[in-house]
């Protein structure tokens, strides 16, 4: 067990968890950074558009940026680690994780969101067999092959986009009857010729013996059940909050941790930044300022508290 008191731990090494970690070294505050990886959601993205300083820029790339920047200062990561559990006790902040325990002053949670799974039948079974949650990471698997990319939002879409490039086909499999994408990421899937949309309809079954072989699915309308043979399942239904291991805040029903505009929690000296939290719009940039605000948040508590 780690007995030293930092003045702050961060959770998360994401947008939000880098920029706290950027403000907070710059600050000289005596800190660390726990998290299971560098980068989060924002480094399976293809290209993201709406960063500002640049036009076009690959989640990967924007996040070998944001490392650059981290690197210019002496931080204390400790990776891959997994956080179990936070409690508090008088002014103390206790965090344990899969492989030690430590203690600190203040704390920011930026811990992210995790993907949602489909919840259906074989799914474990074909993990890394076919069945994917991350199209940058595994298009280039799949190429000449015919593909299923569930869902119907950007990140769905931006999977799509990722395929056409590969894949001979794509079924688009959308629970709903419209899609919530932007119309230009719409646009750009369908021109590619190769994209099926599927309306109205829910995976129920992935079939298949050692690999991903078709799935069943289920007409919402009709309640029809189709089986489409194919090799690639790519889920993108969304995600939720990464706040499991900590009971001890304020959250909304979905999970998100409730935060002030300084980004406070209910609990004195706990804060939180990015998506983890129900501040408006999950955007890296967003993010990222909030990121900034919660370490100097923390800063200034420190400050006045201690």
């Known amino acids: ?110 811990t992210g969101r995790i993907p949602r799974s489909l919840g259906v039948p074989n799914e474990e079974k074909f993990k890394g067999r076919g069945l994917t949650y991350c199209a940058t990471c595994d298009a280039p698997l799949f190429r000449d092959k015919v593909v299923a990319v569930i869902g119907g939002g950007n990140s769905a879409l931006d999977a799509a986009i990722q395929l056409t490039k590969y894949a001979k086909k794509i079924f ?9 994408a932007d119309p230009v990421m719409v646009k750009k899937a369908f021109d590619s010729g190769i994209v099926d949309y599927i309306k109205n309809s829910k995976v129920v079954e992935i079939i298949g013996s050692n690999f991903v072989e078709g799935i069943k699915i289920l007409n919402l309308e009709n309640k029809k059940e189709t089986i489409l043979e194919l090799q690639g399942i790519f889920v993108e239904i969304g995600s939720f909050a990464s706040s499991q291991f900590i009971d001890i805040v304020e959250k909304t029903k979905d999970g998100e941790i409730i935060v002030d505009c300084a980004n406070r929690t209910s609990k004195e000296g706990i804060f939180a930044a990015g998506d983890v939290t129900n501040v408006f719009a999950k955007q890296i940039i967003i993010a990222c300022g909030e990121g900034a605000k919660a370490a100097l948040s923390a800063y200034e508590y420190i400050s006045k508290k201690f």
């Open 1 to 110: 067990m780690n007995s030293k008191v930092y003045e702050l731990i961060i959770l998360g090494c994401g947008p939000a968890g880098i920029t706290a970690a950027i403000y907070a070294a710059r600050k000289k505050m005596d800190f660390i950074i726990i998290s299971k990886d560098i980068g989060g959601q924002t480094i399976y993205s293809s290209e993201v558009e709406n960063y500002t300083g640049y036009q076009v820029i690959t989640g990967a790339e924007l996040v070998f940026k944001f490392k650059e920047h981290l690197d210019m200062f002496d931080v204390e990561l400790h990776m891959p680690e997994e956080v179990k559990k936070v409690s508090k006790q008088d002014d103390i902040i206790k965090v344990e994780t899969d492989k030690d325990i430590y203690f600190s002053k203040t704390l920011i949670i930026a």
């Open 172 to 180: 688009l499999i959308d629970i709903a009857s419209n899609l919530k």
